[in-house]
């Protein structure tokens, strides 16, 4: 599959002026590709880097290191206007739909925003389209003279989804499109998405920190430790034999996946504190945090590597030690 996106060893630090100037690396140093027609899911904590990632993908970040490729094109360098057809190709929906959508503007104009910057002009056949995207992510009956605050967090996400769709894109960045919302709701939209892609052919990359969304709608699965990728493969390899510790904890806190349901499943808990870019271990650099920790993960950084057929991983035990680990957690009561 030819790939649409393309992240090449990215890396973004920011400067912290709070308590004393420091620099701060969100990303260090992350690929990432996501092709044609393709889902790729990138799960992480809160802190991890992950929405850093998001806005580095979608331009609204330029990266300290590292180059961004769209269809081929390095768009790293690219200046606001120059970037202006790739953006109708590469389009956003982020967490809080009534944070992203401007609350004093009617759905309307809403809507007709994306048409406007992009200088397309569908004169009277304009009301007509904006129906028929709000009725493909099943908004048929919107009163569209009606402000956001009036709608609930679900239907505007849905107006979000139609508004990113306007322009017919190739690729959506999700930055946690369901996790503003309620549960009950947050299925209904990851079922748009997915119905989206059946019928539109679009990429996506969804950002999640819930690792059962992303199980469900990823083609390829990529998991972020601390602006790193600790590893990455097929969504359903990884669901189903997670070879990093960290996926493995993730995994085994996740309420409802099948992993739940084998005998000898075992929650495993994280020890330590959640990761913190300010302050970023040595070694490896889950190693705090790992119940398998030795010593040589506290000198050495595990590089990402191939273990087997697409899939990567960074930790020195992988694939034989986690191999073993699965028998471990498969004896603990
Ligand atoms: Fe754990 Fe060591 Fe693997 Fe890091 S390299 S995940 S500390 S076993
Ligand atoms: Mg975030």
Do not use: F, K, N
């Given at each position: 599959m030819a790939a649409l996106l393309e992240l090449e060893n990215i890396t973004k630090t920011f400067t912290q002026k709070r308590g004393g100037k420091r620099d701060v690396?969100?990303?260090?140093?992350v690929s990432l590709a996501v092709s044609k027609g393709e889902t790729v899911g990138l799960v992480g904590e809160s802190g991890c880097g992950k929405s850093t990632l998001a806005r580095l993908a979608l331009k609204l970040l330029n990266p300290t290191a590292g180059r961004i490729l769209f269809d081929g094109a390095d768009?790293?360098?690219?200046?606001g206007r120059q970037m202006l057809p790739v953006r109708r190709r590469l389009q956003a929906v982020f967490q809080d739909p009534l944070a992203s959508l401007n609350s004093r503007m009617t759905i309307a104009e809403i809507m007709r925003e994306p048409f406007d910057t992009h200088g397309i002009r569908l004169g009277t056949g304009l009301p007509a389209r904006i129906r028929e995207l709000l009725s493909f992510v099943g908004m048929e009956n919107t009163d569209i003279q009606k402000l956001p605050p009036q709608f609930s967090g679900g239907q505007l996400q849905r107006i979000a989804i139609a508004r990113a769709l306007a322009l017919e894109p190739d690729i959506i960045v999700a930055?946690?499109?369901?996790?503003?919302?309620?549960p009950s709701i947050q299925a209904q939209i990851v079922n748009l998405l997915l119905f989206i892609q059946r019928k539109r052919k679009i990429s996506y990359l969804i950002i999640s920190h819930d690792l059962d969304v992303i199980g469900h709608v990823a083609d390829r699965i990529a998991v972020m430790y601390l602006g790193t990728v600790i590893e990455q493969g097929p969504a359903d390899q990884i669901m189903a034999r997670p070879l990093h510790p960290y996926t493995q904890a993730l995994l085994s806190a996740?309420?409802?996946?099948?992993a739940r349901r084998q005998r000898g499943w075992k929650r495993i808990v994280l020890q330590g504190d959640p990761p913190n870019p300010a302050n970023v271990p040595s070694g490896c650099r889950f190693h705090p945090r790992c119940h398998l920790a030795r010593d040589i993960c506290r000198l050495i950084t595990p590089p990402l590597r191939a273990v087997e057929d697409g899939r990567l991983v960074a930790c020195h035990l992988a694939p034989d030690g986690t191999a073993a680990i699965g028998v471990e957690i498969g004896r603990a009561r």
């Open positions: 690396q969100a990303v260090a140093g768009i790293t360098g690219m200046s930055d946690e499109p369901t996790s503003a919302l309620d996740a309420p409802t996946l099948a």
